[in-house]
């Protein structure tokens, strides 16, 4: 008689938990490797799509030719690594008429013009902007190893490897790239862009027909104001009548002026941007590949936003080694430049200026800085230019004592003095708004500062101020160039004024601070006038295209949407499949030294009756998870989708999600209907403020005025003030209320008619009243 086969009783439910676990586990592994496969898809897509702008950019930078440039002297790029730019003003014209008074119209080999090195460090919180001097004395080596001094810019008559191997030698400074642009190129890229707003600091003009010197021409007058290509090209190229470090400067603020108006831009219209980039400049061939654009589109989107700090070179006179008005430079003074340029500061001296602000508010503050009382003779000029203005026109009643022997002409004629002048500025939508400026001298070869008006509240020049600080009745919006102050602005009477520094910011921060606080009105105090915009339909409006969005671009959103939404849901499955493989590692161990246990137990109790039954080794986990695989397979699947309710609730909600994010990338390319512009009325409004907010009047002027509402005056009402904002109408004007009130509708205002106390503080003049309360 065969003795039985003992088998050791299952615990309940051990091969359905077993089951379950290895599903769940098998479920985590399948829901971490959809989100990998999400994200390498998303990452796929995206880098096709990046992969396709760089090379747009590539086939861009291609229409014109590369600049032959040996590769040994650039310095190698990494991604992420900060790189120097060499940006290369090339003098290259036609026929020379008056360059060096050449008399036999001869061919003068190409200069460099500007040699403005650019550092982008992803580790400062700045980009670092440098021109080194053209008339800077120094050895150059022709590429025949013949070496002799001579002005640096004619390094370049032998090409670009000479002349960044002499900057090298000179600085020291590796460069990267090399970006190079004519005179011709200049012009037309800003001709392309449409105009750029700047400041004019002085009257620039020079006439080869009026005989003397021959030097290029040039006709500009003073002021803020857009500059077409053909101004821009004499502004920036300007040479003879200054100082090297004042014409760097002035390459300088152009383009920062440049980088404020259309670096907001840059994002929706790139496209456009490269395609005017490719046309208009030369690079080394290095930056026509996709890795070297890939390592400078890097560094560029990390230096987004970033404010660029200015840094000058050293230099002093040539007095005996050079020819007169050429620069020379120490060791020592090239060595601060450098280290200046890679690793200084910018720091703002905002606390400090706010100290300095309150001092110079004082007669006693005013006696300790260089300014004298404006003269006479400059007052009346002021008064004489500004008196057909139909806004109220500020002078300083301070000017700087250095400066105060260079007369300042009423009218801007064709002389190199100060003027004073009145105009108008042309919004990029075509309106046209008065403006008037006056231009001062410090004392100094070609430094002059401006003090300027106008009712264009909105110009680029006043967009994001480092520094707003208060001064008795005043609000000040500062704006800095490093530690210098550069223009201080403030809004009264219904218009903008500002002060504008020199352009190598020679005014010190309290004296440009006093100037602007001891500017006060000249002859009668306008309230907003009427008429403030006077639309220019001669003027074309410069539209940049729509920004359109590549398909393979829009995939890639949607893509990386949909892999944030998934890979959370991924974490969490893996999180939790790894804490149930725990607990089934833990319970196999507990089973199996159960049925050891109980193995040996029935083997003891049955040793009498029959032969011996050798207890079973403890299962192995390779066992164990084979068992698991076995029972899983006929494990009923519905008890297994019971206990995860939350998967399909997810699955949804990622779905959800991706169809959302679709829908706005895909329909944020569509146009979107406009709103139906407001109708100003057309009846003049007076604004009155009787509550307790300092200015909230003349601040509603403006905002009004921007609407296009005629606003005549502004004042304070003593009366009880309301408890919302009230407009008030005279007979006949009910409706030029309701418009108003469309105007105002985030305000809430109830309209009501006028009553005989308000029309007798109003006159006759205002058909509408706004109270604020």
Known sequence: MDSPVITPPASPGDGDQQANTERRRRFGWWALLGCVIVLLAS???????????????????????????????????????????????????SVFKYYYNNPNNNRVPNLANEMLVVRIDPSKPWISMMSIPRELWVNITEPNGVTYPSRLNSAYTYGTTTLLKTIKQVTGLSVNHVIATTFTQFENAINRLGCVYDTIDERYYHN???????????????GYQCLNGSQAEQFVSYRHTDTSQVRDARDQSFLLAVKQQYGPELAGNIGTFEKIFGETVQTDAGLRSSSEILNLA????????????????????????????????????????????????????????????????????????????TLDANVAAEKAATKSLPFTAEFPRVQDRPGSAVPIAEQCTQVTEACIRSYLIHAPNGDAYPIYTEVFSNGDLGQYYDVQGTTWTGAPLFAHPNQTIRVG??????????????????????????????????????????????????????????????????????????ATT????????????????????????????????????????????????????????????????????????????????????????????????????????????????????????????????????????????????????????????????????????????????????????????????????????????????????????????????
């Open 43 to 93: 990452a796929g897509a995206a880098a096709v799509a990046v992969l396709e702008q760089v090379n747009t950019v590539v086939h861009d930078l291609n229409a014109t030719k590369a600049l032959k440039v040996d590769k040994r002297v650039l310095a190698t790029s990494s991604f992420g690594q900060p790189e120097t730019l060499l940006m290369v003003g090339d003098d290259t014209r």
């Open 208 to 222: 080869n027909a009026d005989g003397g010197a021959q030097y290029q021409n040039v006709d500009l007058q003073p």
């Open 298 to 373: 890097n560094l560029l989107i990390t230096a987004a936003g970033l404010r660029v700090r200015q840094v000058p070179f050293q230099a002093s006179a040539c007095l005996a080694t050079c020819p007169n008005g050429d620069l020379t430079a120490t060791p020592q003074q090239i060595h601060d430049s450098v280290t200046n340029f890679l690793f200084g500061g910018d720091v703002t001296p905002t606390k400090q200026t706010a100290a300095i602000s309150h001092q110079v508010s004082g007669h006693h503050g005013l006696a300790q800085l260089p300014l004298t009382a």
């Open 473 to 546: 009745t005043r609000t000040y919006d500062l704006f800095y160039e490093g530690s210098h102050l550069q223009t201080v602005a403030w809004q009264q009477y219904g218009a903008i004024y500002w002060v504008h520094n020199t352009l190598t910011d020679s005014v010190s921060n309290g004296e440009l601070l006093a100037i602007a606080e001891q500017t006060a009105p000249v002859g009668a105090v306008h309230g907003v006038p009427p008429h403030l915009i006077l639309k220019a339909f001669s003027v074309p409006t410069r539209t940049v295209p729509a």
């Open 550 to 773: 590549p398909p393979l671009e829009n995939v890639g959103r949607v893509g990386g949407v949909v892999t944030l939404a998934l890979l959370p849901l991924g974490l969490v499955a893996a999180f939790r499949s790894r804490l149930r493989l725990r607990r089934l590692r833990d319970q196999t161990h507990a089973a199996a030294a159960r049925t050891a246990v109980l193995e040996t137990q029935i083997a003891a109790a049955t040793a009498g009756y029959g032969p011996t039954v050798a207890p079973k080794p403890p299962a192995s986990a390779a066992s164990v998870r084979s068992n698991a695989r076995l029972a899983g397979a006929a494990a009923p699947v519905s008890h297994y989708r019971s206990r995860r309710p939350w998967i399909p609730l997810a699955l949804v909600l990622v779905l959800v999600a991706a169809a959302g994010a679709a829908y706005l990338v895909f329909d944020s390319g569509s146009p979107k209907p406009k709103p139906k512009p407001l109708t100003p009325p057309t009846a003049p409004v007076a604004v009155l403020n009787s509550g307790h907010v300092a200015n909230a009047a003349h601040r509603l002027a403006i905002d009004l005025t921007r609407h296009h509402v005629h606003v005549v005056a502004t004042g304070n009402l003593r009366a009880a003030p309301p408890r919302v904002y009230e407009i008030f109408y005279t007979r006949g004007n009910a409706h030029q209320a309701q418009l108003l009130a469309a105007v105002l509708k985030a305000h809430r205002p109830q309209i009501r008619p006028v009553n005989a106390t308000m029309a007798n503080a109003i006159g006759t003049r205002p058909r509408l009243v706004v109270v604020i309360p």
